[in-house]
């Protein structure tokens, strides 16, 4: 017994070591479906709500009835932190899903094209600065944020809708040597409103791509779970939708199970791919359900303490945010007292001169009445002169 014990971690071991290192950052735990989604939906960005709000594309999601569309929306993001949108990829004859993160970087997302800054590598949309977030007006709907510069952005791929990576018609792109150095960092999961945004689309039927064909009633949503709230968009056209074939007799019922086994081996603390959409059920036969329960109810207390650690991020970053606003309102009063204190100076020295300019017009009144003065007695002493001599010279003529 110990003996296979040993050789089974040996194994585990090996295997932890010669996965990609894509696969071992980026896929966690997956769901692992059969036939690939839909193509993206074509929709309209609604209007950003707030400054700290960054875009998160929609995509489509799986359950137990099929694939379902998660709404695009605007979320409260972390202070300096981008998000990766997740991806279908084709790998060991199954599309499984990569869930988005948040992280410093914008990694690899598969290559697809979810536009609003989205260009299948990277993101155009905006960038962060001393706590702020700055948006770029010509990829984003925004008209009421502080912070806007304006940047064309050029289009390499062509835009075809496709939603998946690699497989029959998938998107080729691989990872660039910076998006596997990005994988590497510290990531953030999907918050506990992006997990709930994702939960309320799954239980509305409307959204089933089995339903909607492709082209679901609520597209996008100014902020998660607001799918029945103003400002909320449908798709403008419907996508190539090919349903799933019928289930075989053996196939289970629940076609989630985990994308990578190997991976879940070896868990990282900070690991940022965990997955939005629940679990499967156990496949049919399973002979030990109480294993099956011990198992689930350990998943559900896993599951919890994460939502509670979520919540708890959640309020430091939005206390993070309010120092930052409040920072920011520090500097601004600072600016206006320092703009006050100028003017004051100013007016000090414009009065100032004022006065010297009125002293001098002043004494120049003064000295005038002196100087006039000074003439009329200069003129009167002449005039008593000249009486004085005529005489004087009618004497020496006698």
Sequence with gaps: MRIARLITLVLTAVLALIVPVQSRSQVAVGISVQIGPPALPVYEQPIC????????????????????????????????????????????????????????????????????????????????????FYYNRSVNNVSNVTNVYNKTVVNNITVNNVSYNGGPGGVTARPTAAEQAAVRVPHTPPTSVQVQHERTAATNRSQLASVNHGKPGVAATVRPTEFAAKGAVSAKAAAPYNPEPPKSPNQPKNMNKPGNPAAESNPEKTNPRQPMSPRGENPAGNANPPADMKRQEEQQKAQQKQNQEQQRMEEKQQQEMQKQQQKGADQKRQQQMEQQHQQQMEQQNQQQLNQQQQQRMEQQHQQQPRQTEQKNSQEQQKEQKKPQQKPQQEEKKE
């Design 49 to 132: 709500p707030g400054d700290g709000y960054i875009w998160t594309p929609g995509y489509w999601g799986y359950g137990d009835e099929g694939y379902f569309w998660v709404p695009g929306t605007w979320v409260l993001a972390p202070v300096g932190m981008l998000w990766t949108p997740g991806y279908w990829g084709w790998q060991d004859d199954a599309y499984l899903w990569y869930p988005g993160y948040w992280g410093p970087t914008v990694g690899f997302y598969g290559g697809i094209f979810y536009g609003f800054g989205y260009v299948g590598t990277g993101y155009e949309g905006g960038y962060w600065n001393q706590g702020a």
